[in-house]
């Protein structure tokens, strides 16, 4: 029998005091009293009753108060009538009077889209009536409810109304709910003490500095451990060299990973572009095919956030703009029966011993004759739904579509694509700035502005950010054709990224290293010291799983790498004979990182793999000071060709 207000086997006197005051000559702090009764409820959710019932009475406190266990043993059997009554019963506990009827709506609604899962839609609709109509919860409210009478089945029941049923927790979700209306000495919430070990995860993988996992940590998991803090090997993160990619004949000068992860561009000073496929299931590159013919080398390009364009730009000496297709769209794709009926068409007219010509309007394709120096239309084949581009220039993948140059003299060395996948921006410093579709036109020009660098946000449909020769980012908008500061610096600004949320733009500044700055408030966030820049553009990315790692080339040959909230460097990478003018963070696997250098190689980075013996030194941060670690080496997986010393 209880006594004193202590529970005896798991039971509780109603109405006792929650706490009795004094326990064996010793007083618990209020803080310590909500300990108890938190380890408690874990206990209990256990199914070790009888141990939470002995911790109850040594500590002199109930663990539990009557109504709660009650009130949940009912909801969680569907006990409807019961759990009404538990709820009339503690109206004086309940923070405001006028919460009663919005708790009782909250039970009755799980009373009554139960009783609609299991079919019985007579019972449902009488308890919408007689029950929660004369509630006050409002005549819409209760319209929409008799609305769900009108599913079929259970099935369309939770995909209309987002329920998830009482196979999907939705009577513990009820539970959370009513807690909100409870006192916590009434109450505690569901699973307090899971809550707590949780936020503790989740702060100790924040500050854990190689924690760079697409898993999810949850106390759930059986590997977790809570007698020692989370903390990640540095094996465990991309810093080392797996592979080494050769395939240029000049300086590497930029490289880009595609939306989805799966193409890595790579521009050179030899004026090829080499696009390079991921295997997913081995994360190894393999070389794809060479996009050439930029006579004055290609400085940069921009896949489009589709995967099927990619935009490359030139050097700053008077050089275009060109656009290739990486595959034919689904909207520009020929039927085979448009491939049949050109082919006899053709095959007809060469037999004739004609030339021809072909004329593409939208959709329709217009096959013309050429006789004596004029050309007569011979056929519109109206029913082939083509691209000018995929039908006359080929279907095959890396297919140069169009040149972009609107004026004689246009240079342009930075560009970057629309949300849409239909429209991009290309400019330069010496004053083009421009608007094209991927029909190659130029659709619209932005006069007198010296641009270094662009960067689109990834849900933009209509502004640019630019990064400009008066040490500024401004907005572009051109759609309304305006434009407003969002960043002053104090230095040059040499390139320019943004983050996968939209809010932090990343600048390399000249003889600076890295600035954060946060976009919505104008301000800057911090400086990333450790690298060598000078006069040299050198491009730096945010990478890893939440982006919480910043990577950039530098002139000293190096790969820097920081987290966010340290302004030392975290790790260098180490491998490269020269320059390192640009490293990409693989968006879709973050453990892959891919640096672009003047020594006409890129390099691999990946966690380490264990069963490798050779082996480079590494680079690490302590406390702001480099240390060498011999125990954190490098291994490395050769690609083609001899590797050079290091």
Known sequence: MPTNGVATNGDVTPGAATYSEQTNGREFTDSQKELLRVIGQHLNSLGLQKTSAMLSAEAGCIVEHSFARSFRDHVLTGDWDAAQGD???????????????LMLSHLLEQKYLELLEKGDKVAALKCLRTQIGVLGVGDQRVHELSSFAMFSDAEMLHKKTGWPGVAGGSRNLLLAKIHDFLPSDVMLPQRRLETLLQQALDYQVEKCKFHNSVVTMRVSDPSISFV??????????PSTCRQVLRGHTDEVWYCTWSRDGKLLASCSKDGNVNIWKLNTDTLVLEKGRTLNGHRRGASFC???????WLVVCGSNEPSEARLWSLSVSDNHQTTVAGILLLGVVFQYILL???YFCVVVAGDIVILGLWVDGTTFPACVCACVPVCAHACIRGLQTGTSLATIRHNADDSYTTCSWFANSKKFVVASMRGHFALCNTEGNVLQTWDGVRVQSVAIPLTSTKYVLAADSLKRVRRYDFENEKAYEVVSEDYDIMSL???????????????QGVHVWDLEHSCLVRKYRGLLQSTYTIYSTFGGVNEDYIASGSEDSKVYIWHRLESNPLCTLTGHMRGVNSVAWNPCYPSILVSASDDETLRVWRPRDKNSADEEEATYSSGGNNVRAADRLFSVEEVEGPLEED
């Open 87 to 101: 709820l009339e019963s503690i109206k004086s506990d309940v923070k405001q009077k006028e919460d009663l009827p």
């Open 228 to 237: 020692t803090d989370h903390q990640c090997a540095r094996d465990d993160f």
């Open 302 to 308: 921009a896949f489009s956030p589709d995967s099927k």
């Open 352 to 354: 004739c011993g004609l």
């Open 497 to 511: 990224a943004l983050s996968r949320d939209e809010r932090y733009a990343l600048l390399n500044c000249a003889n």
